[in-house]
């Protein structure tokens, strides 16, 4: 790495911002070089993907305008089949992306050298895509980008993409207009791309999951030639010819995901219920954050936390600075004699999934568009102090949910004792 | 052309009163370089809320804690105080890092606690007293629309007293504080604030316009 020039701190001189120590190279793009790294103060193992600002730049103006929003989704998204941004960090000239390492590597470089998959492996790689791509979608991010190199597998053998929300910045849109891969290819990309018609990101995804399959079940492209021009046709016309050895429930399966018609493509949705998709047992996919759901039952209130004058005035909202980081936390407490059976009964009515945590149970939403935490504690034999936090999702979803049902719910059952809101 | 536009740049990177280097801050606190050029970020958009002069005054810090910036409320009023440490009437970007540091998952508890025990000795007599804990206790309820008797009060005060003030002074100095915090910790909640190991993802803007050398 020649011309990574590494930022040192007195403490340690090798390391970038003396607090990663850089490895080997693992991969190279246009505009962006990866490398293996350790972080000092954990040991953990993390990706560092190095982009050189005035390149960056230059191909892509928009840059500037693109990065917070793209920044801050990637922040959002949390699921065990995405690859998980840490931190960014930066000098004058480069831009770091601390990420999640994966450390199985490309899931396409296992099908150059092994060949194509099994059916049932394909299958399970493509729930876990599946199950990533309608998280994302759930939230209104599209990858738009879905490609061989974005598609990791870790050493469980489990399926990680990354650049969710990053393909602005490593965006391969180039002055034609024309979406490429780094490799040079648009081979995973939607027809309606090509045709420079407006495009759905969540109907592009779904076409570009559809190529994957194709490849990781296949072993070669769906739709390929040496000539642009006649790759181009082929995917403006949907020609692809299946090999033999696939079975006609996946070949009519492709046949739905590789269907040039965006109106008529199957959605996520339809995905999931597929006969193809769900064959051989597949428990159902979650597309919001995950939640343990086990012990849901039990209504009974145990240990809830006795609270003396210190425990009290914590709950003050001038001392909850989080208000600070606009938008980054809702929460709010009130004492209310309400216990845990309004919350669970509540929580049933609108079909919310809920977990019980030990004073207090957590919440969410369908789709995981919003989270609720709810916390109990004891204050003396009258009072009890109910605190409510958004936890991640959509803000307006929760504040709906808050105060227009679930408070309004606690506080009308008893309004025999006092409420206040904090 | 190049020359120039450096120049330019460096005419625009000059910064306004209280704004200190973030090598410096970063060496004093848990933060790295870009994690306070981050928190710059948003400590130019709170202190331009109401008065741009690149300072938080009292108004625009609660307006940034509860969205109105004539909010009456003595916790609020304690914390401003604690960040202004030249109690000069204004927070300023070093206090603000410096400040905020405190409140790093990484922060050695005792530190958090020693803030906590200065914030709640209202008076600044190195002790927290019996009518201090009594007036947050009324101030956290004056914060609610509960209308708890003055007996109640008087007990919720009277009980914790009895259980923290263990040398019946009727006061709690540092050593009777820290036992409590030792038994029981969740009284720290609020001096940990994990969008701190975050910041970086929340204003990721410096990446553009970072200062730091390659």
């Known amino acids: 790495m020649p011309e990574i020039q590494i930022v040192s701190d007195n403490s340690n001189t090798n390391a970038l911002f003396g607090k990663y120590e850089l490895g080997k190279l693992l991969g190279c793009g246009a505009f962006a070089k990866v490398f293996h790294a350790r972080d000092l103060r954990t040991g953990q193992s993390v990706a560092i993907k190095i982009l050189n600002k005035k390149k960056l730049l230059l191909t892509n103006p928009a840059l500037a305008n693109n990065i917070k929003r793209e920044i801050s989704i990637m922040r959002r998204l949390s699921h065990p089949n995405i690859v998980r941004l840490h931190e960014v960090m930066a000098t004058k000239t480069k831009i770091f992306f601390a990420m999640e390492f994966v450390k199985g590597g490309e899931l396409f470089n296992k099908i150059s050298k092994h060949g194509r998959l099994s059916e049932d492996l394909s299958r399970r790689y493509f729930q876990q895509l599946i199950s990533a791509v309608g998280y994302c979608h759930a939230r209104g991010v599209y990858h738009r980008d879905l490609k061989p190199e974005n598609l990791l597998i870790d050493e469980n053998g489990s399926l990680k993409v990354s650049d969710f929300g990053l393909s602005a910045l490593t965006d391969q849109i180039r002055p034609d207009g024309f979406l490429h891969t780094l490799c040079g290819t648009p081979a995973y990309v939607a027809p309606e791309i090509l045709s420079k018609k407006g495009y759905e990101g969540a109907k592009v995804d779904v076409w570009s999951c559809g190529v994957v399959l194709f490849v990781l079940a296949a072993g070669y492209l769906p739709f390929n030639d040496p000539n642009m021009m006649s790759m181009y046709k082929k995917i403006y016309k949907g020609e692809y010819r299946c090999p033999k050895w696939m079975s006609q429930d996946l070949k009519r399966f492709i046949s739905r995901l590789l269907d040039i018609n965006p109106e008529t493509r199957i959605t996520v949705d339809e995905i999931v219920k597929d006969p193809w998709f769900v064959k051989g047992g597949f428990k159902p996919i979650k597309f919001h954050d995950e939640i343990d759901l086990k012990g849901g039952g039990g209504g009974e209130v145990e240990g809830v936390k006795s609270l003396n004058a210190f425990d009290l005035i914590s709950f003050s909202s001038g001392l909850d600075l989080s208000g600070l980081f606009a938008g980054c936390s809702e929460s709010e407490r009130f004492l209310s004699e309400k216990l845990a059976e309004e919350v669970e009964e509540f929580a049933k009515e609108e079909n919310l999934k809920v977990k019980k945590e030990e004073y207090g149970f957590e919440m969410e939403g369908q789709n995981g568009n919003f989270m609720i935490e709810i916390y109990i504690s004891r204050l003396n034999d009258l009072l009890a102090v109910v605190e409510a936090r958004r936890r991640g999702g959509d803000a307006g979803c929760y504040k709906e949910m808050w105060n227009n049902r679930l408070r309004v719910k606690l506080t009308s059952v008893c309004d025999q004792t006092p409420i206040a809101t904090i | ?214």
């Open chain 2, 1 to 214: 052309m190049l020359a120039f536009v450096k120049r330019f740049s460096l005419k625009r990177t000059k910064h306004p009163r209280g704004y200190e280097d973030p090598q410096v801050l970063a060496s004093e606190t848990p933060f790295t370089v870009n994690e306070i050029e981050a928190l710059h970020n948003l400590f130019k958009k709170l202190s331009t809320s109401i008065i741009n002069d690149g300072l938080i005054h009292k108004e625009e810090f609660l307006l940034a804690l509860f969205r109105n910036s004539s909010m009456q409320n003595l916790f609020a009023d304690r914390v401003f105080y604690m960040f202004d440490r030249k109690r000069n009437g204004v927070i300023e970007f070093g206090e603000f890092v410096r400040s905020l540091s405190i409140f790093h998952p990484h922060t050695p508890e005792h530190e958090k606690s020693s803030f906590m025990f200065k914030l709640y000795d209202l008076d600044g007599t190195g002790f927290i007293q019996r009518h201090e804990l009594k007036k947050m206790v009324g101030a956290l309820l004056s914060e609610t629309d509960l209308g708890l008797s003055e007996e109640s009060i008087e007990a919720i005060v009277e009980q914790t007293m009895i259980e923290v003030d263990t040398n019946k002074d009727g006061k709690i100095d540092e050593e009777e504080w820290k036992e409590l915090v030792a038994k029981n910790p969740s009284i720290l909640k609020n001096m940990t604030l994990p969008y701190l190991k975050e910041v970086t993802l929340a204003f990721p803007s410096f990446v553009l316009d970072s200062e730091v050398d390659d």
